[in-house]
């Protein structure tokens, strides 16, 4: 292949390809693992001094990835009537807004030293998850 043809090919495979490559990348699966890898790690260090700037630094990553998921829509979403997509929606940012505010108190607790009330908050991290899951993930 001459180089002028290779370089076109080239052009033409970035500009159809990377649309999908993104949405692969962003899809609500793929963050709800970085929530289940980072809560896990959080969970055995949340109260250890020592790792305070490292729980900090984990708590940030895990807002970033509740804000791309609430940009996106659960699968669920198509078998939503139309009529009630709107509020099943609604009530899914409601959530995730839910998630990033008990975030956000946790880092704060974190910030201040407080780890014992740190981890109490984390405690209720798992119900949220629950909650979730039943109410907009497929069965
Ligand atoms: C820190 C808390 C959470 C953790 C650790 C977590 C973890 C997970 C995991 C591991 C999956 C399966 C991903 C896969 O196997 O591909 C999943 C899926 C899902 N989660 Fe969560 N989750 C959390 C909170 C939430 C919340 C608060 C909501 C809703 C507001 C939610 C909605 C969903 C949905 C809708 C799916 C299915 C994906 C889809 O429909 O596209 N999760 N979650």
């Known amino acids: 292949m001459n180089k002028s043809l290779f370089t076109l090919s080239i052009c033409l495979l970035t500009s159809v390809?990377?649309?999908?490559?993104h949405e692969e990348d962003s899809s609500l699966e793929e963050q709800m693992k970085i929530l289940a890898k980072g809560t896990r790690q959080l969970s055995q260090q949340i109260d250890n001094p020592t790792s305070?700037?490292?729980?900090?630094d984990l708590i940030e990553?895990?807002?970033?990835?509740?804000?791309v998921s609430e940009s996106l829509e659960p699968r669920?979403?198509?078998s939503i009537p139309q009529s009630d997509?709107?509020?099943f929606l609604a009530q899914y940012h409601a959530e995730m807004e839910k998630l990033f505010d008990l975030f956000n108190?946790?880092?704060g607790e974190l910030k201040g030293g407080n780890y014992a009330m740190a981890k109490i908050l984390f405690a209720s991290i798992k119900?949220?998850?629950k909650e979730g899951h039943k109410q907009f993930k497929e069965d």
């Not at 390809?17 to 490559?21: S, T, V």
């Not at 305070?52 to 900090?56: G, L, P």
């Not at 990553?61 to 804000?67: R, S, Y």
């Open 17 to 21: 390809f990377p649309l999908k490559a």
């Open 85 to 87: 997509r709107g509020k």
């Open 76 to 78: 669920k979403t198509v």
């Open 61 to 67: 990553n895990l807002k970033k990835a509740v804000k």
């Open 52 to 56: 305070q700037q490292s729980s900090i």
């Open 105 to 107: 108190k946790i880092e």
């Open 127 to 129: 119900p949220m998850e």
